[in-house]
Nanobody
Framework: QVQLVESGGGLVRPGGSLRLSCAAS????????IGWFRQAPGKEREGLSC????????YYADSVKGRFTISRDNAKNIVYLQMSGLKPEDTALYYC??????????????????WGQGTQVTVSS
């Protein structure tokens, strides 16, 4: 069973920054992709950014490209999401997830197998 624990959420003013962390109980060798997703009340879960183990490529949704950066510490089995230029519309519950097998649409949440419990990000003045 894969366990994922997110942390780092909180309340931040518009234009501010946060760094989210996701501690995984498995190493990068054990999954095909790891990524960050979010879900706001009444909205669909949205894929934000992912890393493919196939070739280490990172992927970003258009909504966060240029503002969010995904990175990974393989020694600690932690994946980060550095968020800057935060906007009120970024307010959501943020999740990390892993896909154990090859995925076709890497930002599609339905492709992922294991999920953390989420960490809340609220952007408000």
């Amino acid at each position: 069973q894969v366990q994922l624990v997110e942390s780092g959420g909180g309340l931040v003013r518009p234009g501010g920054s946060l760094r989210l962390s996701c501690a995984a109980s498995v190493s990068a060798l054990d999954y095909w992709a790891i990524g960050w997703f979010r879900q706001a009340p009444g909205k669909e879960r949205e894929g934000l950014s992912c890393i493919s183990n196939n070739d280490g490529t990172t992927y970003y949704a258009d909504s966060v490209k240029g503002r969010f950066t995904i990175s990974r510490d393989n020694a600690k089995n932690i994946v980060y999401l550095q968020m800057s230029g935060l906007k009120p519309e970024d307010t959501a519950l943020y999740y990390c997830a892993v896909a154990m097998d090859t995925v076709v649409d890497i930002l599609n949440h339905e492709e992922y197998d294991y999920w953390g419990q989420g960490t809340q990000v609220t952007v408000s003045s």
